[in-house]
């Protein structure tokens, strides 16, 4: 099986369709979204489903990301971020299992497991927004973003094949993008170690990563794991495909798209 893993998509609806309808091109038929995706954003109206509504309600982005997942009759599944709505993925009702569906997109909370083709995958999303006081309460920020020790527990110990997060583990060297105030850096990295004690305990093969927007392929020290951070959305470097019979990991090619740059 092929699986398209794409990092942050921060509400590019262009972005986003374009990607979908090449990984449909392409004959994928699954893609897994690392958080900062931006669906069910408070002005996209959403409504949950209900008896008179089954299927819930949604316009602008999470409406042309749902209709694009439709028609390419792809499985689309998705972790949280830091920016994403946690108030409102929290309301969403669960299947057994843990993950819950609406529109065609399936989220997967901090601590579920699941199987695609036959391999272990575990979710653990979140992150700490380093521009959090330039956001608004409940309207781009949730105080839910940050990684805790509870979702650390609740992903448990028993080994996994591949790890999902939005969050880089504390025991890679990163290049920051930006330049962070020592209080935020503080705080980012605390949500890093509880992503690499997720790590250490799970030791999957293979790791994917998002939200520090830059792409990079690295060897965890200390570990069996090769962790690949995605970059963000309209850089080449956004998405990969992940073979699920060999766990390799191959570069996502697709046709060029409007504003797409080479990785930084």
Same mark, same amino acid.
């Given at each position: 099986?092929?699986?398209?893993?794409?990092? !942050?998509?921060?509400?590019?609806?262009?972005?986003?369709?374009?990607?979908?309808?090449?990984?449909?091109?392409?004959?994928?038929? $699954?893609?897994?979204?690392?958080?900062?995706? =931006?669906?069910?954003? @408070?002005?996209? *109206?959403?409504?949950? &489903?209900?008896?008179? #509504?089954?299927?819930?309600?949604? *316009?602008?982005?999470?409406?042309?990301?749902?209709?694009?997942?439709?028609?390419?009759? %792809?499985?689309?599944?998705?972790?949280?971020? #830091? #920016?994403?709505?946690?108030?409102?993925?929290?309301?969403?009702?669960?299947?057994?299992?843990?993950?819950?569906?609406?529109? =065609? %997109?399936? +989220?997967?909370?901090?601590?579920?497991?699941?199987?695609?083709?036959?391999?272990?995958?575990?979710?653990?999303?979140?992150? +700490?927004?380093?521009?959090?006081?330039?956001?608004? $309460?409940?309207?781009?920020?949730?105080?839910?973003?940050?990684?805790?020790?509870?979702?650390?527990?609740?992903?448990?110990?028993? @080994?996994?094949? /591949?790890?999902?997060? $939005?969050?880089?583990?504390?025991?890679?060297?990163?290049?920051?993008? *930006?330049?962070? $105030?020592?209080?935020?850096?503080?705080?980012?990295?605390?949500?890093?170690?509880?992503?690499?004690?997720?790590?250490?305990?799970?030791? @999957?093969?293979?790791?994917?990563? =998002?939200?520090?927007?830059?792409?990079?392929?690295?060897?965890?020290?200390?570990?069996?794991?090769?962790?690949?951070?995605? !970059?963000?959305?309209?850089?080449?470097?956004?998405? /990969?495909?992940? !073979?699920?019979?060999?766990?390799?990991?191959? &570069?996502?090619?697709?046709?060029?798209?409007?504003?797409?740059?080479?990785?930084?």
């Amino acid at each position: 099986m092929k699986i398209l893993i794409t990092g !942050d998509w921060h509400r590019d609806a262009h972005w986003a369709v374009e990607t979908i309808k090449a990984a449909h091109q392409q004959g994928i038929q $699954h893609l897994i979204h690392l958080g900062d995706l =931006g669906a069910f954003w @408070p002005t996209d *109206y959403p409504e949950l &489903p209900s008896r008179e #509504n089954p299927l819930g309600r949604a *316009y602008g982005f999470t409406r042309s990301v749902a209709d694009a997942v439709r028609a390419a009759k %792809l499985r689309f599944l998705f972790i949280d971020g #830091n #920016n994403d709505n946690h108030e409102f993925l929290a309301r969403l009702p669960r299947r057994r299992g843990g993950s819950a569906d609406m529109m =065609g %997109l399936t +989220y997967v909370p901090r601590g579920t497991r699941f199987r695609l083709g036959g391999r272990r995958f575990g979710a653990l999303g979140g992150a +700490y927004s380093v521009d959090r006081a330039q956001r608004r $309460h409940h309207v781009d920020w949730w105080p839910e973003e940050d990684v805790t020790p509870d979702d650390v527990r609740r992903l448990g110990s028993k @080994p996994l094949d /591949v790890l999902l997060a $939005h969050e880089v583990p504390s025991g890679v060297g990163l290049p920051f993008p *930006y330049r962070l $105030h020592p209080d935020a850096a503080a705080v980012a990295h605390r949500s890093r170690e509880f992503v690499q004690a997720a790590l250490d305990a799970t030791q @999957p093969q293979q790791m994917f990563s =998002g939200h520090w927007h830059q792409r990079l392929t690295v060897d965890v020290p200390g570990t069996k794991t090769a962790l690949h951070v995605l !970059d963000k959305q309209r850089r080449a470097g956004n998405s /990969v495909v992940l !073979d699920t019979k060999t766990l390799g990991v191959e &570069p996502f090619i697709r046709p060029a798209a409007a504003g797409q740059t080479a990785p930084a």
